[in-house]
């Protein structure tokens, strides 16, 4: 059955079917998944990666709506079932030539950073990597997360773009401790998060906070708010856990180009409030420019120099244009309530009436951004955030409280005064405020 809205973009597909594609050490092989069909692969031969998390031999990995790579460093051959917009091999005279290197050598370097602070009984680097739009920023966060966990580390990694979700919806700030493998196969690239039904990666239990909107610079004032109350968290974790202290943070971070001085200063804010003593630049020189000149000779909250490191643009990152970032939204709200291929759920239909329940909207539309809001048809198809805050608690309170999940409306009737709410689990909706954002927008119904 189709959901409305999605596989609505022409697809221009090879004539494909199963086919062998053998790279040699250092190679990588780039692929673009359609959305509207799965691309299956498996590795038959050798050993690959993809984003750093290490591919199990003859396993096959589903993909869709994905544009993305598989590195080897051995060499390898895999088998690939399916259709894609597009696929190329990146071929290297030797290992040594990859770009992915300078990721796997940083990765090294903050092992050894990791050792020494353990010796030293002292916190492990906090890593940022920051850059403008397109230059594989999370890529290289998810790899040396990735890298780090699969080396026995517990890394805390932070995601501050609102636009990209980790572990959550977009529109969210999250941050979850990775003690286990990652899902590659997952809609968001991190993982599985705790739902109705079984997983065969081992879930992460993120904190959550809602900003609502796109852009951090909306509402700079709320975003700077909420990455403070992520920080505080974080360093009540490391503080907490030795695991996850001797392991380190990685944070990654919105689009910032070195020429926006508001984007600049909210890093500036992320680095302080986070005690950043590694800041990784990808790719935008300029950018580069301006930390160093506001970090040279600044140092953390816990005594320590801040190292500033330029990396070049990720090699193959592939532009991702508006189309296909809608379709990635709405396949993550989808699994979100659904699930994927491999897990089916079963969300609850709930009725309410209007007066049961709180709903605030958080918009730049509405009084000082965030506002009580009367249930209204306007709301149907949106998404809205369920906080972990009392309905009479101040407006102020609610909006800068975590996340417990998230509800779907599927219909609103003003004239009975009825709204219905598509919720993960069953349970009592009526306690809890819910927020509505502006952002993603309701590109689909889900329910047909």
Known sequence: MSIPGLGQIPQQPETASTRIVALRPGWEWRFHAPTASPLAIKIVSGTAEKDGIELAPRSTYTFRAARSRILTWQGCEIEVDGRTDHDSVAPYASPAENPANAVLNLHAQLNDMRAAAARERREAPRVLVAGASSTGKTTAARTLASYATRQGHQPLVVNLDPAEGMLSLPGSLSASVFATVMDPEATDGW??????????????????????????????????????????????????????????????????????????????????????????????????????????????????????????????????????????????IKEYFFGDARRTLSPQIQQSDFDSLVIYRASEIVLNGFAREEASVEMQHWTFAIMSAGTRDLPDTVRASSVVGFVYVSDVDEERKKIKLLAPVSGRLGDKPLVWGSWPEPYINLLG
């Open 191 to 332: 993982g599985g998060t705790p739902t109705s039904g079984p997983s065969t990666v081992p879930v992460k239990l993120p904190l959550v906070y809602y900003y609502g909107a796109r852009e951090p610079e909306k509402d700079p004032d709320f975003y700077r708010e909420l990455a403070s109350n992520l920080a505080g968290s974080v360093t009540g974790r490391l503080s907490e856990d030795e695991d996850v202290k001797r392991s380190g943070v990685i944070v990654d971070t919105m689009g910032v180009d070195g020429e926006s001085e508001l984007g600049v200063e909210l890093l500036s804010h992320i680095i302080e409030e986070f005690s950043i003593n590694v800041i990784v630049v990808m790719g935008t020189p300029l950018l580069e420019q301006e930390l160093v000149k506001r970090f040279t000779g600044v140092k953390t909250s816990l005594g320590e120099p801040i190292d500033i490191v330029l990396l070049d643009k990720s090699d193959g990152v592939a532009h991702r244009d508006q189309n296909f970032m809608q379709h990635v939204r709405e396949a993550c």
